[in-house]
T-cell receptor
Framework: AQKVTQAQTEISVVEKEDVTLDCVYETRDTTYYLFWYKQPPSGELVFLIRRNSFDEQNEISGRYSWNFQKSTSSFNFTITASQVVDSAVYFCALSENTDKLIFGTGTRLQVFP | DGGITQSPKYLFRKEGQNVTLSCEQNLNHDAMYWYRQDPGQGLRLIYYSQIVNDFQKGDIAEGYSVSREKKESFPLTVTSAQKNPTAFYLC???????????FGQGTRLTVV
C-alpha cells in the first residue's frame, strides 16, 4: 500500500536561512508520481511540483529545489534564503500510476523576520 | 477564469441534519476528489471520481455520500451518520486520476 511520511511536524527558521522539508514514501509500484503542495493560511492548496518515478533529476525553480532519490525513497524540498512569505504548511503527496493522490501529514514552516 | 469553486466558504449545521457541499470545476478535468482536513492533520481522502457516473470510496467514506452526474460537478453530502463532521473540506480535480490535483478554496463546516 502507498504511504507518505513527513516526520517534521513543525520547523521554525529565521529569514534568509535555508530549510529542507523531508518526505519519505512507500510504494510497490514502479510507476508513480510525487508532488509537493503549499497551503498558506488562506487554506487553499497550491501545487508546486510533480515528479515521475523515471526522472530522478533534481529540479530548481528560483529559491525552491527538489531532491528525488529512489534509493532512499525520498523526495525532499529545500527553500533557499527563506522569506516570511514562505510560512505555510507544506504537503508531500504520492500517486501510484493512475491512482488517487495520497498526502502526508504536512510540515508547518514558520519563517520569522 | 478557469478553476475550482467550492461553496459555501463557511457552513454551520445542526446535529442530525444532512448538508451538501458544492464543488464545480471548469477545467475540463475527468477526475475529482474530496478531502477532509482536521486541525494539525493531513488530508484524508473521502471519495474520488475518475469519470462521470463513477466514484470510489476513499479512506474515510463512512457518513458521506457523493454523486457525479456531470463532469463539472462533484457535490459532497455530509450525513447525520458522520459522527465528527466539523472539519475543513477540500475539493480538487485533475486532468485524470493520478496527475497533479488543483484545489478549491475549501469549505469550513461546523456542527453546532
Amino acid at each position: 500500500a502507498q504511504k507518505v511520511t513527513q516526520a517534521q511536524t513543525e520547523i521554525s527558521v529565521v529569514e534568509k536561512e535555508d530549510v529542507t522539508l523531508d518526505c519519505v514514501y512507500e510504494t510497490r509500484d514502479t510507476t508513480y508520481y510525487l508532488f509537493w503542495y503549499k497551503q498558506p493560511p488562506s487554506g487553499e492548496l497550491v501545487f508546486l511540483i510533480r515528479r515521475n518515478s523515471f526522472d530522478e533529476q533534481n529540479e530548481i525553480s528560483g529559491r525552491y529545489s527538489w531532491n528525488f532519490q529512489k534509493s532512499t525513497s525520498s523526495f525532499n524540498f529545500t527553500i533557499t534564503a527563506s522569506q516570511v512569505v514562505d510560512s505555510a504548511v507544506y504537503f508531500c503527496a504520492l500517486s501510484e500510476n493512475t491512482d488517487k493522490l495520497i498526502f502526508g501529514t504536512g510540515t508547518r514552516l514558520q519563517v520569522f523576520p | 477564469d478557469g478553476g475550482i469553486t467550492q461553496s459555501p466558504k463557511y457552513l454551520f449545521r445542526k446535529e442530525g441534519q444532512n448538508v451538501t457541499l458544492s464543488c464545480e470545476q471548469n477545467l475540463n478535468h475527468d477526475a475529482m476528489y474530496w478531502y477532509r482536513q482536521d486541525p494539525g492533520q493531513g488530508l484524508r481522502l473521502i471519495y474520488y471520481s475518475q469519470i462521470v457516473n463513477d466514484f470510489q470510496k476513499g479512506d474515510i467514506a463512512e457518513g458521506y455520500s457523493v454523486s457525479r452526474e456531470k463532469k463539472e460537478s462533484f457535490p459532497l453530502t455530509v450525513t447525520s451518520a458522520q459522527k465528527n463532521p466539523t472539519a475543513f473540506y477540500l475539493c480538487a480535480s485533475s486532468i485524470f486520476l493520478g496527475r497533479e490535483a488543483f484545489f478549491g478554496q475549501g469549505t469550513r463546516l461546523t456542527v453546532v
